[in-house]
């Protein structure tokens, strides 16, 4: 639920100690309900968060959203719209106060050529996305809503973060009235 990538995050921070440019990584920060990436729009930095919690999720043609996955330290955002050049897929929105390392695209590419540790991550990153979906997929397939929500409090609790109920339903994949609904039976 809570995904997080140290290993990551202790190479950004090599990257950023040993930069010859200044510019081309730079810490950003973003205060609580700020947007990191919008879906659809063109972003000009890759981002790896430092600190704090973000949701990442798609906007739907009916308005309504479907939270992929809350990211926390060491993640990286917008690799994918680096390497293919497109406009960004979702929404990264802040849910607590986000420092982040943001790569410039252009840097960040020629990193990719050279560096083959950083490359090798980032198809890790992107290995462990794939089975993480799919297992996730799978798992509310196969498990009922009421089991889904105990782990997701549960996660929250071991994490000790809150989470909106619209968020909570969006993570779920129902409506705030069916997110009450199994509540009230948990009581």
């Given at each position: ?109 020629e990193l990719l050529g050279r560096d083959i ?71």
């Amino acid at each position: 639920m809570l995904r997080t990538n140290p290993s990551f995050l202790d190479r950004t921070m090599m990257l950023y100690v040993q930069q010859q440019r200044q510019e081309d990584i730079v810490i950003r920060q973003y205060v609580k309900g700020q947007n990191l990436y919008v879906q659809g729009a063109v972003s000009n930095k890759v981002m790896v968060i430092r600190e704090g919690i973000a949701k990442c999720y798609f906007t739907e043609a009916n308005d309504k959203e479907y939270i992929v996955e809350f990211l926390s330290i060491g993640e990286i955002i917008g690799e994918i719209e680096c390497i293919r050049p497109i406009s960004s897929l979702c929404s990264i929105q802040a849910m607590t106060d986000v420092t982040v390392y943001a790569f410039s695209k252009p840097y960040f590419r020629e990193l990719l050529g050279r560096d083959i540790t950083l490359s090798n991550m980032l198809l890790d990153v992107m290995a462990q996305r794939i089975v993480h979906t799919s297992s996730r997929a799978s798992y509310q397939q196969l498990y009922s809503l009421e089991h889904s929500l105990n782990r997701l409090l549960e996660i929250q609790s071991q994490q000790d973060i809150t989470i909106r109920k619209e968020d909570m339903a969006a993570y779920l994949g129902i409506s705030v009235r069916s997110l009450n609904r199994e509540l009230k039976k948990l009581l």
